[in-house]
């Protein structure tokens, strides 16, 4: 199964389903669309500064801006308070990968100009991510760039 690496905490927000899109500056592979794909959550640490800017835009008019589900908010707030409670190099879920459209195509769903991050070459293309399948308990995994090949958990 090809698996993604994600930045936590936005991969526990597709676990949970508060982040219907992955944002890339890239489309997702033809080959892949509609397809069942693992999200890892990567070995960076949380960055509370991240956290704390996506909890300001969500309790503010801006809260479209993040594209995030407002279900996220009271999580987020948890997150800022203790970062460490979130899984870090493991595989969190499985996804089915919609067909990317550009993230300006989406707008209408979230009220204008989006982007769940601080890196705004990262917002071009809107994955929408689906049929969310939790690991429980989540696999551990070192994962990489890109895409790239997951076992599983067996």
Same mark, same amino acid.
């Given at each position: 199964?090809?698996? #993604?690496?994600?930045?936590?905490?936005?991969?526990? #927000?597709?676990?949970?389903?508060?982040?219907?899109?992955?944002?890339?500056?890239?489309?997702?592979?033809?080959?892949?669309?509609?397809?069942?794909?693992?999200?890892?959550?990567?070995?960076?640490?949380?960055?509370?500064?991240?956290?704390?800017?996506?909890? #300001?835009?969500?309790?503010?008019?801006?809260?479209?801006?993040?594209?995030?589900?407002?279900?996220?908010?009271?999580?987020?707030?948890?997150?800022?308070?203790?970062?460490?409670?979130?899984?870090?190099?493991?595989?969190?879920?499985?996804?089915?990968?919609?067909?990317?459209?550009?993230?300006?195509?989406?707008?209408?769903?979230?009220?204008?100009?989006?982007?769940?991050?601080?890196?705004?070459?990262?917002?071009?293309?809107?994955?929408?991510?689906?049929?969310?399948?939790?690991?429980?308990?989540?696999?551990?995994?070192?994962?990489?760039?890109?895409?790239?090949?997951?076992?599983?958990?067996?």
């Amino acid at each position: 199964m090809k698996a #993604l690496t994600v930045w936590q905490p936005w991969t526990s #927000l597709i676990l949970y389903g508060w982040k219907p899109y992955e944002f890339r500056g890239w489309p997702a592979p033809v080959n892949l669309r509609g397809e069942r794909i693992a999200i890892h959550a990567g070995a960076r640490p949380v960055r509370v500064t991240e956290v704390t800017d996506l909890i #300001l835009r969500l309790r503010g008019p801006d809260a479209w801006t993040t594209s995030l589900r407002p279900e996220a908010l009271e999580f987020l707030e948890r997150v800022k308070l203790t970062p460490g409670i979130l899984p870090l190099s493991h595989v969190l879920c499985t996804v089915e990968l919609g067909t990317p459209v550009r993230s300006w195509e989406i707008v209408g769903e979230f009220g204008g100009v989006i982007n769940d991050s601080d890196r705004d070459n990262h917002c071009n293309w809107a994955w929408p991510v689906s049929k969310i399948e939790p690991l429980v308990p989540p696999v551990p995994a070192k994962g990489a760039q890109g895409f790239w090949n997951w076992a599983g958990s067996k």
